[in-house]
């Protein structure tokens, strides 16, 4: 069920957010473990750059991607994905799941504020017994052992961290041996920011249509400008070179 397509040497899930949630259902049942990560246009560029990101993102058992400018991409090099698998809506419906299942979820990730605001906000629209736990992500690397333990005997079924790239996914990758006894792992980045209310996410005609991070240099101009309009260019200029080889 999950093939995947080969975009400039990463290996994408080519899964529907339906076919991901079921895969995802199926490890808890069973009691395996699956290691997600998402990629987009600047994740794809960084791991160009960054050899150990790029091991930690190859390496995972499910890549969904999250940017519609990787869905475009697939489409250009004739290799089209079925479609796009946005982090904070895989997230959000796992929640749901979670509640619906008896599951139970461990946040990692922000500040404690906003973790706790997470944490809150779920228990009130949920139930408070979804929570195996949380921590921000404020930490130093010789801390990630203990971190990843605590998270393990937590008994979570599910976790996500909300930290930036590449943190997050070298934490998963590089602690997958504690936390196989977790069922699912899942960076989701800022993710825990919107669901706390401190960032807004854009309308849903912008994300239909692939501007959604036009949006975010919109709201954090100077954190996001570089990140998008530089990261978006250097994306475009690869998939041309790959394009043009191929040709």
């Known amino acids: 069920m999950n093939t995947s397509i080969n975009l400039l040497g990463t290996p994408v899930s080519n899964l529907t957010m339906q076919e991901t949630l079921e895969l995802i259902n199926h ?3 069973t009691r395996q473990h699956l290691h997600h990560t998402v990629v987009n246009a600047g994740k794809i560029v960084a791991m160009h750059e960054n050899p150990e990101l790029k091991e930690s993102v190859v390496n995972a058992d499910i890549i969904n991607a999250d940017g519609q400018a990787v869905i475009w991409a697939s489409k250009f090099l004739g290799q089209p994905l079925k479609e796009r698998v946005a982090g ?3 997230m959000e419906k796992l929640v749901e799941l979670a509640f619906l299942k008896g599951y139970k979820v461990f946040f990692f990730g922000a500040k404690e504020e906003i973790v ?5 906000r779920y228990s009130v629209q949920y139930t408070s017994s979804i929570i195996a736990g949380y921590r921000n992500g404020y930490f130093k690397k010789e801390e990630e052992r203990e971190i990843a333990i605590q998270i393990a005997d ?3 079924n599910i976790l996500f961290v909300a930290i930036s790239s590449p943190t997050k996914e070298n934490f ?3 602690n997958k041996d504690i936390l196989k006894n977790v069922n699912f792992t899942m960076g989701v980045g800022g993710s825990f920011d919107v669901v ?5 996410r854009a309308p849903m005609w912008m994300q239909k249509s692939g501007l959604e991070w036009l949006f975010r ?12 309009l530089i990261g978006n260019a250097k994306f475009i200029k690869l998939i041309l070179q790959y394009k043009l080889r191929k040709i």
């Open 27 to 29: 490890a808890i049942l």
């Open 88 to 90: 904070i809506d895989l």
């Open 116 to 120: 706790k605001k997470v944490v809150n």
């Open 154 to 156: 937590s008994k979570a």
């Open 172 to 174: 998963l990758y590089q």
């Open 196 to 200: 706390a209310g401190v960032v807004k």
């Open 217 to 228: 240099v919109y709201q954090e101009p100077r954190r996001m400008f570089k990140r998008y």
